[in-house]
C-alpha cells in the first residue's frame, strides 16, 4: 500500500538532494518519479529542481490552479516526489492524498517544517496532518553545531523577523540554527 511522506528540514540540510536522489534511483530501474516544486520558485528555471550543489531533475511547477490528480492520471508514474512542500495549498495537499489513497501511487514530499518568524507554513501543517510518515532530516547549527531546527532570515548580514512568510532565498538569506542560537537573534544577542 502506497503512502504519503513528508520529509522536513531547515534549510541547508539536503532536501533537494535527497529528492533528485530518488528521482535518479527510480530512473536507473526503469521506473518513472513524477516530480512537483512550486510555481514561482523560478530561481533555475520554470522546468527543473535544482539542488544548490547544482544537480537538476526535470520537474512540472505547480499552483493553487493545478489539477495535481489530471496531471499524475495522465502519466501514472512508480513514485510522486514534491520539492518545497511547505508552500503547498491544502488543496494542492488533498490531491496528494488522492493520489496516494485512490491511485495508490507513493507521494515522497520534502519541505520546510517552519518559517523564519517559527510559524508553520500552510502546505507544513497540511503534511504534518495528513502524512502516513513525518521524518526529519538533520543538519546542525549555522553558529554553535547543535541540531538546527529552525531557520534565519538574512538581510545584510543580520537576521530580520519581519517581512512576508513567502520569500525565495539560498544561503545568502537563510541560516540554519538551532532554537538556543533563534532565540538569542531574536532578542539581539
Partial sequence: MS????????????????LIKIAHNYSEQGKVALIFFPAFDTRYGVDKVTSRMGISK???????NTNIISLVKSV??????????????TQNVMDFCFVVDELNIPVIAYGLKNDFQNNLFEGSQMMLLYADKIEE???????????????L?????????E???????GNESYIPVCRRCWMKAKEGK
Fill in 76 to 89: 501514472m508514474p512508480d513514485c510522486v516526489l514534491v520539492d518545497e512542500a511547505n508552500f503547498l495549498t
Fill in 137 to 151: 532530516i538533520k543538519t546542525v547549527c549555522w553558529y554553535c553545531n547543535k541540531k538546527a531546527t529552525m531557520v
Fill in 163 to 169: 517581512g512576508e512568510q513567502f520569500q525565495i532565498g
Fill in 3 to 18: 503512502q504519503l511522506y513528508f520529509r522536513y528540514a531547515t534549510m541547508g540540510a539536503g532536501k533537494t538532494v535527497d
Fill in 58 to 64: 526535470p520537474a512540472i511547477p505547480i499552483d493553487e
Fill in 153 to 161: 532570515r538574512m538581510y545584510d548580514g543580520k537576521p530580520v523577523f
